[in-house]
């Protein structure tokens, strides 16, 4: 089955603590993203990845990293999470013409204490 | 930079009744746009994209470059019609990032 998986799906922590969030693809995509849902403010970008070891800044990148050593793979990184980290994230992927369709995946919601 | 406005956080109709989700955007450029459905406890999915100009689940849009607009309509909303829509756009130049606007949560009621 086609599909974007990320881990974990719910995350309490506290600050200053580093966590990862994976995200995977199995559809050979080479447009990987990362974005935030926030109420009131819709999904922001957070980074995105045009292909392997080919990585950008999205609209609100502050406070995280990314790695794209796979193709498969994206995972996000917060090396020191704040409060104000606190949200959804969603991982996505497509082909690189812009009219594909993005896939998402189910979301993991962050909690910073 | 480009920019999506969706001027309504909540809308609200009857079953049966017409629906329409605004969607405002800034682009100089040609751009290409979406309509993402986020339904309770499920990930975001796309809706429909202007340059297929198709009509899915009963909903269509047309750009209209004049307004810069994409408003998505639907005649009969239906009760599981009843999610959370973004619209999104996607710059010539911005290879395939997608910029959302804020989201409209529709509630159709019985």
């Known amino acids: 089955e086609a599909q974007v998986t990320q881990n974990p799906r719910y995350l309490i922590t506290v600050t200053g603590k580093k966590l990862t969030v994976t995200c995977s693809q199995n559809?050979?995509?080479?447009?990987m993203s990362w974005y935030r849902q926030d109420p009131g403010l819709g999904l922001r970008q957070i980074y995105y990845?045009?292909?392997?070891?080919?990585?950008d800044k999205g609209d609100v990148p502050e406070g995280y990293k990314v790695s794209r050593k796979e193709k498969r793979n994206f995972p996000l990184i917060l090396e020191s999470p704040s409060p104000n980290q606190t949200s959804l994230y969603f991982c996505a992927s497509s082909f690189r013409d812009t009219s594909y369709e993005q896939y998402f995946g189910p979301g993991t919601r962050l909690t910073v204490t | 930079a480009q920019r999506v406005t969706q001027p309504e956080k909540l809308l609200s109709v009857f079953k049966g009744a017409p629906v329409e989700l605004k969607c405002n955007y800034s682009?100089?450029?040609?751009?290409?746009l979406f309509w993402y459905v986020q339904y309770s406890r499920q990930r975001l999915q796309l809706l429909l994209r202007h340059i297929s100009r198709e009509s899915i689940k009963g909903f269509t849009a047309d750009l209209n470059k004049g307004e810069t607009s994409f408003h998505l309509k639907k005649p009969f909303a239906q009760e599981e019609d009843s999610a959370m829509y973004y619209c999104a756009l996607v710059a010539e130049t911005s290879g395939s990032r997608l910029t959302f606007g804020e989201g409209t949560q529709l509630t159709v009621n019985p």
């Open positions: 682009y100089s450029g040609s751009p290409e």
């Open positions: 990845s045009m292909n392997v070891e080919v990585t």
């Open positions: 559809m050979n995509h080479e447009y």
